[in-house]
């Protein structure tokens, strides 16, 4: 056999040791990239895994589980006593129906399928050194280490199978903890009763979706709104219809214009910060909204994400506070500053709902009882404050050098406010030029904009940006890029 391949491993694997990714899947997926691109060629017989550990400066131990994963997936061949060799199962397949080798599937399917667009997800892939994202948490600010000895500590406390068995009335400890916190942040009077604590946003909409909509019936949103429950209450048959809004949010008087008692379903609606412009839902239209609901017979979803991101801890501004959960269903997240894994969505509603929308939960595979019982020790333990204020007093100075930042770099081009709640800006442009071209701009500089952060039409230029996942150093850097970009826009014209 030939000798071990020349390229030295550290030319075509970087090891990043900030991401989440643990270190030998970041090895597995860029050898495979390596095979694809053909820098390593099938046969091409592998160095020992001492000396690809030396090369990329990692345990051996770390480069032995990427073998054994490269292995297992077909991308490396072991030879007993003579060495590791390059395999690419992707071309080898080509023949391996004849063999009878095992044979993966077709990239395209010979038989028909529904196809859903409205369901298209707005996230690409990044391969830019610095994002921006439309409002996410930095995960970093809460160790996960102490989030993980709360789930360790259950783990060892469990005694039996059966505590690991779901039941009908889910997990008692967990909603009485969270029911709990609930009245003490947000000044609720509620039981276990009428809360449903469910794994993510998705599910929250999707289980809503079912138990309210049919096809055909109208429900409001905002003109600019939230994507995902937009697409999720489209797949399921809804007419949406836009309302306007302005500085007070939601123009209520537009619904009592245009629409008529009893033609509309529901209206999906974030009062605290608007999505994506942050605008809160004034104290008068709330009374307004509440009382078109009851006089047209409608029900508000009130999605209340980001009550945790708030700067004013006005516990009576929730619509459903005001309401008492009579025409409004509230959703919102426990611990979005947490590590996900240990984040928990839910909604609240009248007892009858909340028991079946519980049924749905066996359609998006049973919970983690385990996690949610380490969830509720956070709660009761009191951990859940000491960290929601660490990540408050993070939150609030990025904030504040966030919006500094853009008003250093671009002065009187923009019209932006400090948002009341949320992660991420609302940033106007006074002058018309090309998103599209801004983007692909600042993404050849290392800087990606995600296109669900661009807004633009005929009388809006606008960006919704989140600075919360960037400490200091990156978003000095990316406000830089976005704004080099935009004032070479400008000198050279449209």
Same mark, same amino acid.
């Given at each position: 056999?030939?000798?071990?391949?020349?390229?030295?491993?550290?030319?075509?694997?970087?090891?990043?040791?900030?991401?989440?990714?643990?270190?030998?899947?970041?090895?597995?997926?860029?050898?495979?990239?390596?095979?694809?691109?053909?820098?390593?060629?099938?046969?091409? @017989?592998?160095?020992?895994?001492?000396?690809?550990?030396?090369?990329?400066?990692?345990?051996? +131990?770390?480069?032995?589980?990427?073998?054994?994963?490269?292995?297992?997936?077909?991308?490396?061949?072991?030879?007993? *006593?003579?060495?590791?060799?390059? *395999?690419?199962?992707?071309?080898?397949?080509?023949?391996?129906?004849? #063999?009878?080798?095992?044979?993966?599937?077709?990239?395209?399917?010979?038989?028909?399928?529904?196809?859903?667009?409205?369901?298209? /997800?707005?996230?690409?892939?990044?391969?830019?050194?610095?994002?921006?994202?439309?409002?996410?948490?930095?995960?970093?600010?809460?160790?996960?280490?102490?989030?993980?000895?709360?789930?360790?500590?259950? &783990?060892?406390?469990?005694? #039996? =199978?059966?505590?690991?068995?779901?039941?009908?009335?889910?997990?008692?400890?967990?909603?009485?903890?969270?029911?709990?916190?609930? *009245?003490? #942040?947000?000044?609720?009077?509620?039981?276990?009763?009428?809360?449903?604590?469910?794994?993510?946003?998705?599910?929250?909409? =999707?289980?809503? /979706? @079912?138990?309210?909509?049919?096809?055909?019936?109208?429900?409001?949103?905002?003109?600019?709104?939230?994507? &995902?429950? %937009?697409?999720?209450?489209? !797949?399921?048959?809804?007419?949406?219809?836009?309302?306007?809004?302005?500085?007070?949010?939601?123009?209520?008087?537009?619904?009592?214009?245009?629409?008529?008692?009893?033609?509309?379903?529901?209206?999906?609606? *974030?009062?605290?910060?608007?999505?994506?412009?942050?605008?809160?839902?004034?104290?008068?239209?709330?009374?307004?909204?509440?009382?078109?609901?009851?006089?047209?017979?409608?029900?508000?979803?009130?999605?209340?994400?980001?009550?945790?991101?708030?700067?004013?801890?006005?516990?009576?501004?929730?619509?459903?506070?005001?309401?008492?959960?009579?025409?409004?269903?509230?959703?919102?997240?426990?611990?979005?500053?947490?590590?996900?894994?240990?984040?928990?969505?839910?909604?609240?509603?009248?007892?009858?709902?909340?028991?079946?929308?519980?049924?749905?939960?066996?359609?998006?595979? %049973?919970?983690?009882?385990?996690?949610?019982?380490?969830?509720?020790?956070?709660?009761?333990?009191?951990?859940?404050?000491?960290?929601?204020?660490?990540?408050? +007093?993070?939150?609030?100075?990025?904030?504040?050098?966030?919006?500094?930042?853009?008003?250093?770099?671009?002065? !009187?081009?923009?019209?932006?406010?400090?948002?009341?709640?949320?992660?991420?800006?609302?940033?106007?442009?006074?002058?018309?030029? #090309?998103?599209?071209?801004?983007?692909?701009?600042?993404?050849? +500089?290392?800087? &990606?904009?995600?296109?669900?952060?661009?807004?633009? %039409?005929?009388?809006?230029?606008?960006?919704?940006?989140?600075?919360?996942?960037?400490?200091?150093?990156?978003?000095? +850097?990316?406000?830089?890029?976005?704004?080099?970009?935009?004032?070479? &826009?400008?000198?050279?014209?449209?």
């Amino acid at each position: 056999m030939g000798s071990p391949v020349s390229v030295p491993f550290s030319s075509f694997i970087r090891i990043d040791r900030k991401k989440e990714e643990a270190v030998y899947l970041q090895i597995v997926f860029q050898f495979i990239n390596a095979v694809r691109t053909r820098l390593l060629e099938e046969g091409d @017989r592998l160095p020992g895994s001492r000396k690809i550990a030396e090369d990329l400066q990692v345990h051996r +131990k770390t480069v032995v589980a990427a073998l054994a994963e490269l292995q297992e997936q077909g991308w490396v061949k072991t030879q007993a *006593n003579i060495g590791s060799f390059v *395999n690419d199962p992707e071309v080898s397949t080509a023949g391996s129906s004849k #063999s009878g080798a095992f044979q993966h599937p077709p990239e395209q399917a010979v038989f028909a399928f529904r196809k859903e667009f409205i369901l298209d /997800s707005p996230f690409p892939e990044s391969q830019e050194e610095l994002t921006f994202t439309d409002g996410t948490p930095d995960y970093g600010i809460i160790k996960v280490e102490e989030l993980v000895r709360f789930y360790a500590s259950v &783990l060892r406390r469990t005694k #039996s =199978s059966r505590e690991l068995q779901p039941s009908a009335q889910g997990n008692l400890f967990f909603r009485d903890q969270l029911s709990y916190y609930l *009245n003490v #942040s947000r000044g609720f009077h509620l039981s276990r009763n009428f809360l449903l604590p469910i794994a993510g946003r998705e599910q929250v909409f =999707s289980i809503l /979706s @079912r138990l309210l909509i049919r096809p055909g019936d109208l429900v409001l949103v905002e003109n600019l709104s939230y994507f &995902l429950p %937009n697409m999720i209450f489209g !797949q399921a048959g809804a007419q949406l219809k836009t309302v306007p809004i302005d500085e007070e949010g939601m123009q209520i008087d537009f619904i009592q214009e245009h629409f008529k008692a009893g033609e509309i379903r529901c209206v999906y609606i *974030n009062s605290r910060c608007q999505y994506p412009t942050t605008v809160r839902l004034s104290e008068g239209r709330k009374i307004q909204l509440l009382q078109l609901a009851e006089k047209y017979n409608f029900v508000i979803i009130e999605d209340d994400a980001d009550f945790e991101f708030s700067i004013s801890k006005d516990r009576k501004g929730s619509l459903f506070r005001k309401d008492g959960g009579k025409r409004v269903i509230y959703t919102g997240t426990f611990g979005r500053f947490l590590t996900p894994g240990f984040q928990m969505n839910f909604l609240i509603a009248p007892r009858d709902l909340v028991e079946e929308g519980s049924k749905y939960l066996n359609i998006f595979g %049973n919970p983690n009882l385990m996690m949610e019982k380490a969830l509720g020790e956070i709660i009761h333990q009191g951990d859940i404050h000491r960290y929601h204020r660490k990540s408050q +007093k993070v939150v609030g100075e990025r904030k504040e050098s966030f919006a500094g930042l853009l008003y250093s770099h671009f002065g !009187q081009q923009i019209n932006f406010r400090m948002p009341p709640a949320g992660l991420a800006f609302w940033i106007e442009f006074k002058a018309a030029f #090309s998103l599209t071209q801004l983007q692909e701009k600042t993404s050849r +500089k290392g800087l &990606l904009i995600p296109g669900i952060c661009l807004y633009q %039409n005929r009388e809006l230029t606008a960006l919704r940006l989140g600075f919360a996942n960037l400490e200091q150093q990156e978003m000095e +850097k990316a406000v830089g890029i976005l704004a080099e970009a935009y004032w070479e &826009l400008k000198e050279t014209g449209p």
